[in-house]
């Protein structure tokens, strides 16, 4: 019995002591070659022996270790929709809102990882008044004394931004052409305006949409959870040639069909705004995000906005949105 026990085990190939016994054969046998032939193909013959026994390792589970990871866990509801109903629900979304006044707390930050530092601002509270189709005003107080720490407003073509602790004023009409060194200083009415309102997709707009699922842990529960979604991009053509350039990424949860992130480019396909939505709430019958983070990694700059109070289509004059500059103000005047 014990001869046969013996007998067994030496030709049992499939556990991992008979492989390991057969790794061994293999290198005695190149070596005994090695001591009757040419030593000067002991290294060859040794390499082809550690390849013939890789494979061998392998399948015994010697070369692999197992790690037993978490499972994400679906989403109760997961929607669909095709490119044009995403189109519809979007434009929908945006005509929906003529003008709006809300209460808001700004909170800054400049740098970042690029520059090697960042610098958090107390965060203060202001007022944001819109009115479709391109005029805004942003105006934030100091804290305790709630005094104007800063104050922007615009017609959609020339704006004006004052800062009264530093009796400064900008003034100009287009985007940022020589940086300040002061990241703030760079603030610009379209930026607040695109981040505020997503913009409507046009009908002779290039459109894709794609679709994929990240994996993010609840901050409620702990479970790490997916999160599917669609990505709506906007393309335009680099003149008359074959190229497209990203023009804006539209991200949309698929759980509630509702955009969660928002990517703008330039003319040259380089990212220069990304607005981060989130925590909606129903104002007035329209959904709209509590939570508003507009990141401008070019400029160094970071502003989150949380809606204190919100309200939509009500009337606004026409002198809520002018903005008199003070005399004796330094004013700079951009292009």
């Not at 994400?72 to 490119?83: D, E, G, H, I, L």
């Not at 940022?176 to 309102?197: E, K």
């Amino acid at each position: 019995m014990l001869r046969r026990i013996a007998r067994n085990k030496r030709h049992n190939h499939k556990g991992m002591a008979g492989n390991l016994e057969r790794v061994a054969a293999i290198f005695r046998k190149i070596d005994f070659g090695v001591q009757q032939g040419n030593r000067r193909r002991s290294y060859g013959r040794r390499w082809l022996a550690i390849l013939v026994s890789c494979p061998v390792l392998m399948l015994s589970g010697c070369l692999k270790h197992t790690l037993i990871l978490e499972r994400p866990q679906a989403p109760r509801v997961v929607m669909s929709a095709s490119a044009q109903q995403l189109i519809q629900a979007l434009n929908a979304r945006y005509d929906a809102i003529h003008s709006m006044n809300a209460t808001v707390l700004f909170q800054a930050s400049v740098g970042g990882a690029a520059k090697g530092k960042e610098t958090d601002y107390t965060s203060v509270r202001g007022y944001i008044l819109l009115r479709q189709p391109s005029m805004l005003r942003v105006l934030g107080l100091l804290p305790v004394v709630e005094t104007r720490a800063f104050d922007m407003a615009s017609d959609g073509e020339n704006f004006t931004l004052l800062i009264p602790p530093k009796d400064e004023a900008v003034t100009g009409s287009g985007p940022v052409t020589t940086p300040s060194q002061n990241p703030l200083m760079n603030l610009r009415p379209a930026v607040f305006y695109d981040s505020l309102l997503v913009g409507k997709v046009g009908p002779n707009d290039l459109v894709y949409v794609t679709s994929d699922t990240g994996v993010a842990r609840d901050p409620h529960s702990h479970r790490l959870m997916e999160e599917p979604d669609y990505d709506l991009g906007i393309l335009r053509r680099q003149g008359n040639s074959q190229e497209l350039l990203p023009e804006r990424v539209i991200h949309i949860s698929r759980t509630d069909l509702l955009p969660y992130q928002r990517d703008e480019y330039d003319a040259h396909g380089v990212l220069v705004t990304r607005t981060l939505y989130s925590k909606y709430e129903t104002f007035d019958q329209i959904q709209y995000p509590t939570r508003i983070v507009i990141n401008r990694p070019i400029d160094g700059y970071q502003i989150a906005l949380t809606i204190v109070k919100l309200s939509f289509n009500h009337p606004l004059a026409n002198d809520q949105f002018e903005l008199k500059i003070p005399p004796g103000t330094k004013i700079k005047k951009l292009p």
